[in-house]
């Protein structure tokens, strides 16, 4: 299986930190702080495993004109070096008593003001990491300077992938791919979830993958009730239907899509289940398109299967962005009405309970185009597989 090119090339990060810069302005922002791995590696290049330390902090700072400026601990100084960020400042981390903020705050009050606000993701979907008190402690070193939330602008801008991101995320699921279509050959009952997910992470891993950061499954009688635990030891037997979930990951950009399978012979319900959430997800695809939004999308599966009697849906949305995180903004939901617009990658996610109890649950991976959508996963079967 051939494999893409690692990494992007610089002009990648000037078309991603021009359209900050273009959304800073009209926001009236001086600049932006960030402060997490998906955010700094996406407008530097800073792609190391160590942010799996909570130890340190991590700063980057976008101002309204020039090039990112990395605020880093020492460790990460050749790292950061190797992008295309070329102004970094260091310092010995970790130290509790002072972790970069004066330095941090010292840059901050030098770059040139003209509006007095600075952006930082502080809304929905978005997170510090960062202790709590060093950034009210960094708020309070600001002059004439505030923080205002920019979560929204920073997932509206990350929500279009470039044709670069896009091939990246294309290859994570061709990999996904191999891993469900090797599934019939090796799973059978008597065997584990554990055993058969430990299969299809080797299988993965063979195929390419860098990592398989998340992978789970759940199986019962005729159904499962749950889409967000396992692998466990529960082995197979003949009734039971599984589902697998996988996040492979491709050079830092995830896949996010899963399979059902049945072990003997199904129940009437469960195929109709199968064919309702298989239509239902027919039914998305044709909704997707340039000028749609999420709700549309939303609408148009859930239409499908309440009319396929739906007894409910506890996912509380019906697929999701994706990209460098295994689940991005926005969510197709009954009220979320974000606008489609093309270079956006979504995940169709229809899923129902058809019976107490028991979920069934289907998932594709597409990317928006011109001219409606294209799935970057390969389409699953019309009809449940049946592993006898």
């Not at 109709?272 to 027919?282: P, S």
């Amino acid at each position: 299986m051939s494999l893409l090119e690692r990494g992007f090339e610089d002009s990648e990060f000037e078309m991603r930190t021009l359209r900050a810069q273009k959304m800073m302005a009209e926001h009236k922002l001086d600049a932006i702080f960030l402060t997490t791995e998906p955010n700094v590696r996406y407008f530097s290049g800073f792609f190391t495993q160590f942010w799996e330390s909570p130890t340190r902090p991590w700063f980057l700072i976008v101002p309204l004109t020039g090039k990112p400026i990395a605020v880093i601990p020492e460790i990460g100084a050749s790292g950061m070096a190797a992008t295309w960020v070329d102004d970094i400042h260091t310092w010995a981390s970790p130290n509790p008593a002072d972790d970069g903020i004066s330095l941090v705050a010292d840059i901050l009050n030098t770059l040139p003001r003209r509006y007095g606000r600075i952006g930082a993701t502080l809304g929905t979907e978005s997170y510090l990491r960062m202790p709590f008190n060093d950034f009210i402690d960094l708020s309070s070193r600001l002059t004439g300077t505030v923080f205002v939330d920019i979560a929204t602008q920073i997932h509206r801008l990350r929500s279009i992938k470039s044709n670069a991101e896009i091939k990246k995320i294309r290859k994570a699921c061709e990999i996904a791919n191999i891993g469900f279509a090797n599934i019939p050959d090796h799973a059978r009952v008597g065997q584990t979830e554990r055993d058969i997910c430990k299969q299809m992470r080797i299988d993965m891993l063979h195929a390419g993958a860098d990592i398989i950061k998340y992978l789970i499954s759940g199986s019962g009688p005729d159904g499962y009730d749950s889409i967000i635990m396992g692998p466990t030891d529960r082995q197979l037997t003949k009734g039971d239907v599984l589902i697998i979930d996988v996040g492979a990951v491709y050079d830092g950009y995830f896949s996010d899509f899963d399979r059902n399978f049945a072990f003997g012979h199904p129940s009437d319900s469960t195929l109709k289940a199968y064919t309702a959430v298989y239509e239902a997800t027919d039914a998305g695809f044709k909704a997707a398109r340039p000028g749609a939004t999420t709700t549309d999308v939303y609408t148009a599966m859930w239409s499908v299967m309440e009319s396929a009697g739906a007894l409910g849906n506890d996912v509380g949305r019906l697929g999701h962005g994706l990209g460098i995180q295994l689940t991005e903004w926005p969510s197709n939901t009954a009220s979320d009405n974000t606008l489609l617009e093309p270079g956006m990658v979504i995940t169709l996610e229809p899923g129902m309970m058809y019976a107490p109890g028991k979920s069934m649950v289907h998932e594709e991976n597409l990317v928006i185009t011109k001219n409606g959508a294209e799935y970057l996963s390969v389409r699953c079967p019309p009809e449940l597989t049946i592993i006898e």
